[in-house]
């Protein structure tokens, strides 16, 4: 168990990153488990030697062979978490409740790629198979609950949430362990280890609960 963002790396003592699986995190280590979104591969005409590395890594866009240079306007528009959920869905039931819609459409701001791209996503959506009876993504994007106005509404007031979480700011829902220069903050030494703050861990819990 730990957390990682991209420059510090918070891993509970005694465990090793081959026991771990990085979610929302791509790993170049072929002995490293991971699941991440975002465009790794430039070009795939060129594809380096070493690309292994990502052969314990589910990543969307090297899975349909979507690269930066050739293909970045078709890169997966929503987040890891419709990802696990696409995935693990059809392997499992998985109960998304009303409440839990509007969390799920703001994740990596998803909502506003909906409006903005409407045609990647919905391809995205028909590769994940979404509209799949039994999909939990189903009820995220094919739900009857929200109208347009609806869900503008929710979504006001669940910003709302993370500011007071955050003392009037957005990013309540991020856990924050280094800084623009990649030095460590909000870690407490104790003995020969680290935590997180009480005040970090706290506002997630918070934005959680």
């Not at 791509?26 to 030697?49: A, C, T, W």
């Not at 528009?77 to 009303?98: D, M, N, T």
Request: hydrophobic letters at 35%.
């Amino acid at each position: 168990m730990g957390y990682y963002d991209g420059k510090v790396l918070a891993l509970k003592k005694g465990e090793s990153v081959k026991e771990c699986i990085f979610l929302d995190m791509e790993i170049f280590r072929d002995y490293v488990k991971s699941l991440g979104h975002h465009m790794v591969l430039y070009n795939k005409r060129q594809v380096p030697n070493i690309w292994f590395n990502f052969d314990n890594c589910i990543q969307p866009n090297n899975i349909r062979g979507y690269d930066a240079k050739n293909s970045f306007n078709l890169k997966y528009p929503l987040g890891a978490i419709h990802l696990i959920l696409g995935i693990v869905g059809h392997k499992k039931k998985i109960e998304i409740k009303k409440e839990a819609i509007c969390p799920l459409l703001y994740t990596d701001g998803t909502f506003k790629n909906l409006f903005n791209y409407p045609d990647n996503c919905l391809s995205w959506l028909n590769f994940l198979c979404a509209e799949e009876k039994n999909s939990p993504l189903k009820t995220i994007f094919f739900n009857d609950h929200h109208t347009t106005s609806s869900l503008m509404i929710v979504l006001r007031d669940f910003f709302e949430q993370l500011r007071q979480i955050n003392n009037g700011s957005r990013g309540a829902d991020k856990i924050k362990i280094s800084n623009s220069s990649g030095e460590p903050v909000n870690l407490v030494k104790k003995g020969n280890a680290f935590s997180i703050s009480n005040e970090q861990r706290n506002k997630v819990f918070t934005c959680l609960c």
